[in-house]
Structures are given as C-alpha cells and as structure tokens.
Nanobody, 122 residues
Framework: VHLVESGGGSVQAGGSLRLSCAVSGSSVSGYAMGWFRQRPRKEREFVGVIWWSGTTVYADSMKGRFAISRDNAKNTFSLQMNSLEPEDTAVYYC?????????????????WGQGTQVTVSS
C-alpha cells in the first residue's frame, strides 16, 4: 500500500489549498482514510477522516474550514482547506485506517504518506 500527497505549497492568510492523496494497493472506499498534520515544534495531530461509508469526522479546530472528500474512480481522497491561518502551517500527512472506521488516534492508521508542506503567511 502506497500513499502520496500532493498540492502543498505557500499561500497567504485567508487563502485556500486543496491537498490530494493518491492511494495504490488499496481501495479508498474500503477503509477509513485520514489526514493529520504536524506543526513546527508540535506533535502530529488529527485533522479529519472519511470513513468507508462517506461519513466525515473533523477535529474541532478544523470544523467549518476543512473538508475531506473522496474520488473512488481515481482512488484518491482530498483535503480542501479554506480560510487558512498562519497557525495552519504544517506538514500534512494522509493515512489509511486499519479498518472501515477510524478516529483521531495515530495507532488506528497503518499506512502513511510522506507528507506535504503547507505554509501560510500573514
């Protein structure tokens, strides 16, 4: 199983970015697929997840600004980030859940992408 993120970059505060995660060796519709991030000098933290059913769950601080979607035909899933703030600067990781449903704990995920940098300037 291989996951590759794309779409990172630099943006000004208030702007938007869309990250994508291309998955090979596993079907995105058969597992929970999640997003995490690691801000500078911080522990990696949960951003959100989309379950096999299409249900999405987000960390409280991301609700209303971030949205996860999935494209079964392309076997990809995405993270749309709006109203970005400098505090959203981080390396963003996609991950596959160990089962169809997963929560916020890293141990619930078994395969990870290499990460993509997002930098938000004020």
């Amino acid at each position: 199983v291989h996951l590759v993120e794309s779409g990172g970059g630099s943006v000004q505060a208030g702007g938007s970015l869309r990250l994508s995660c291309a998955v090979s060796g596993s079907s995105v519709s058969g597992y929970a697929m999640g997003w995490f991030r690691q801000r500078p000098r911080k522990e990696r933290e949960f951003v959100g997840v989309i379950w096999w059913s299409g249900t999405t769950v987000y960390a409280d601080s991301m609700k209303g600004r971030f949205a996860i979607s999935r494209d079964n035909a392309k076997n990809t899933f995405s993270l749309q980030m709006n109203s970005l703030e400098p505090e959203d600067t981080a390396v963003y990781y996609c991950a596959r859940g160990r089962s169809q449903i997963a929560g916020s704990e890293e141990r619930a995920y078994d395969y990870w992408g290499q990460g993509t940098q997002v930098t938000v300037s004020s």
